[in-house]
């Protein structure tokens, strides 16, 4: 299947001059166990950091309402940054962290996948499928969409968007990890991941600091998670507008895109799909560069914006 074709209206072939090419290639493909392991780290530390914390500001907190708020903010960050671990899981599918296949995988599978319930080998098998199958029938992720129906129904309002997520949230959570592979053996790598880092703190500190630790962890990741993940596919790709990346998939480069729903490069889709090799932590320097020197993808850009100002925020499915 031809992912870009010249019939369509908004198909996308480069228009940079051959040198050009070569010095996208050159800066923005950049593969770096350094820069991934750092980044990966930042969103790692930060859920940890964050979950210590509520374990003694609840405890020790004067006031109910305000602990409720600092809660309630810090779920949200967890979430973010927990996504932000997913989104890595997605680019080390793309081989990010190093030229090297195993190291690759043994480090997205060790500080991103493992404690996510994922597996960045499983995760490649259909996500490859995606990229080079995209919008066709078996394309898994508009098969995941349909089997919960979000391409039939209309969204003219947040409040719909937040009903419509809330009522596919128990489908939409067994189809995403028996899209993403997570078998048993799966399973038992996540909870002995996360019993080893309850070892760990209750070494340093106490059992109940790691009970809470890993409680809370459990109930973000499969609760609140599921809305951030299915609000943010959702503002990806919208498959009822034609049958090419180019006239489907979206740049989600608002504000609020960029603090809580599109962490970790996810925020350039359209960049990514057009461009696959480009790691996750150059995404917005890639998007500049084209954005001055590659004409035809201004003009995706243009499009993105134009539906954006329509649909997103919020997303409005054409009936």
């Not at 979000?150 to 990890?177: C, D, G, R």
């Not at 917005?284 to 329509?310: E, F, G, P, T």
Request: glycine content about 4%.
């Amino acid at each position: 299947m031809e992912i870009f074709k010249e019939d369509t209206p908004f198909n996308y072939k480069s228009s940079m001059t051959y040198e050009q090419k070569q010095e996208f290639r050159k800066f923005f493909s950049e593969k770096s166990t350094f820069k991934g392991l750092f980044w990966n780290w930042i969103y790692l530390v930060s859920i940890y950091g964050v979950l210590v914390s509520f374990y003694f500001y609840i405890n020790n907190s004067p006031s109910l309402i305000l602990s409720f708020v600092m809660v309630l903010l810090g779920v949200l960050f967890c979430t973010r940054q927990m996504r932000g671990l997913e989104n890595i899981v997605h680019f080390g599918s793309h081989n990010n962290f190093s030229k090297n296949r195993i190291m690759n995988d043994r480090l997205t599978n060790f500080f991103a996948a493992w404690p996510m319930l994922q597996d960045v080998k499983q995760y490649r098998k259909f996500h490859a499928i995606h990229h080079g199958e995209y919008a066709s029938d078996i394309d898994p992720c508009r098969i995941r969409l349909e089997n919960i129906g979000a391409n039939t129904q209309n969204i003219s309002n947040n409040m719909q968007l937040l009903w419509l997520v809330a009522k596919w949230m128990p489908q939409y959570v067994h189809e995403f990890y028996r899209e993403v592979k997570s078998d048993n053996r799966q399973v038992f790598i996540f909870m002995l991941w996360h019993g080893g880092v309850g070892l760990i703190i209750t070494a340093l500190y106490s059992w109940k600091l790691a009970l809470f630790v890993s409680f809370s962890w459990m109930l973000i990741m499969f609760i609140s998670l599921p809305f951030l993940r299915s609000i943010a596919e959702l503002s990806e790709h919208d498959y009822e507008l034609g049958s090419t990346v180019a006239e489907t998939t979206f740049n989600n480069l608002g504000l609020l895109d960029h603090l809580l729903i599109h962490p970790a490069g996810d925020a350039w889709h359209s960049l990514h799909h057009l461009h696959p090799t480009v790691s996750w932590w150059k995404q917005r320097q890639a998007h500049n560069y084209l954005m001055k020197h590659d004409a035809s993808y201004l003009k995706v850009i243009n499009r993105d914006q134009l539906i954006q100002n329509i649909a997103h925020f919020p997303i409005q499915k054409r009936s």
